[in-house]
């Protein structure tokens, strides 16, 4: 069973960085899409930042120039490099990946979800 864990959350000051991680286990799709998504409180969830597996990126207009998702080791791990963080970034952060029909969707959905890590940022 596929199962995606979250790491690199933390508290920072604006302006300051982070790096998250997620790591896939068991996830041996040749087609997909893995994304980031957060969650604020009382706030509907976002997605951040999404690769397929042709390597094209995309991004919410809120962290364009900001966040660089990437990965390693094909799709075992999956990163968000975030700078210049604002309190507005504040939330929980997902790892989602697709699976063969959500893949065939066109990416809109996705099955496999992380448990989440809190990011903070004070003023």
């Known amino acids: 069973q596929v199962q995606l864990v979250e790491s690199g959350g933390g508290s920072v000051q604006a302006g300051g960085s982070l790096r998250l991680s997620c790591t896939a286990s068991?996830?041996?799709?040749?087609?997909?899409?893995m994304a980031w998504f957060r969650q604020a409180p009382e706030k509907e969830r976002e997605r951040v930042a999404n690769?397929?597996?042709?390597?094209?990126?995309t991004y919410a207009e809120s962290v364009k120039g900001r966040f660089t998702i990437s990965q390693a080791s094909a799709k075992i791990t999956l990163y968000l490099e975030m700078n210049n963080l604002k309190p507005e970034d504040t939330a929980v952060y997902y790892c989602?990946?697709?699976?063969?029909?959500?893949?065939?969707?066109?990416?809109?959905?996705?099955?496999?979800w992380g448990r989440g890590t809190q990011v903070t940022v004070s003023s």
């Open positions: 690769i397929d597996s042709d390597g094209t990126t």
């Open positions: 068991d996830y041996y799709d040749r087609d997909y899409c």
């Open positions: 989602a990946a697709t699976d063969l029909v959500s893949w065939a969707r066109g990416c809109s959905d996705y099955a496999y």
